[in-house]
């Protein structure tokens, strides 16, 4: 069974910085996708950025998150880092870490197992 882990939240001032971390165990094949979705109080599920396995696809989808979140990865342990700078108080939500088989999408329902969440705040 694929468990999915998902850290790294906070309380930050705006123009701050995070990085939040996932990792995904009981993965039985090395093709999958690893994302990140977020909801924000009253506001639908979005999807942030999927990065693919083995071959390291990556897209960001939130267009306004470009220019400010990346992403990398630990190839060897399954785990994908969102790095996220130039924080604004509009990026507080729940950031959700989702994992799949075979390709990303940016579907929510695609995804089998999901992460807790790990909250981030971001303070004006």
């Known amino acids: 069974q694929v468990q999915v882990a998902d850290a790294g939240g906070g309380l930050v001032q705006a123009g701050g910085f995070l990085r939040l971390s996932c990792t995904a165990s009981?993965?039985?094949?090395?093709?999958?996708?690893i994302a990140w979705f977020r909801q924000a109080p009253g506001k639908e599920r979005e999807a942030v950025s999927c990065?693919?396995?083995?071959?390291?696809?990556?897209?960001l989808y939130a267009d306004s998150v470009k220019g400010r979140f990346t992403t990398s990865r630990d190839n060897a342990n399954a785990t994908l880092y969102l790095q996220m700078n130039s924080l604004k108080p509009e990026d507080t939500a729940m950031y959700y870490c989702a994992a799949k088989y075979q390709y990303c999408s940016i579907r929510e329902v695609a995804f089998t197992d999901w992460g807790p969440g790990t909250q981030v705040t971001v303070s004006s």
């Open positions: 009981g993965l039985t094949s090395a093709d999958y996708a």
């Open positions: 990065v693919s396995w083995p071959i390291g696809t990556t897209y």
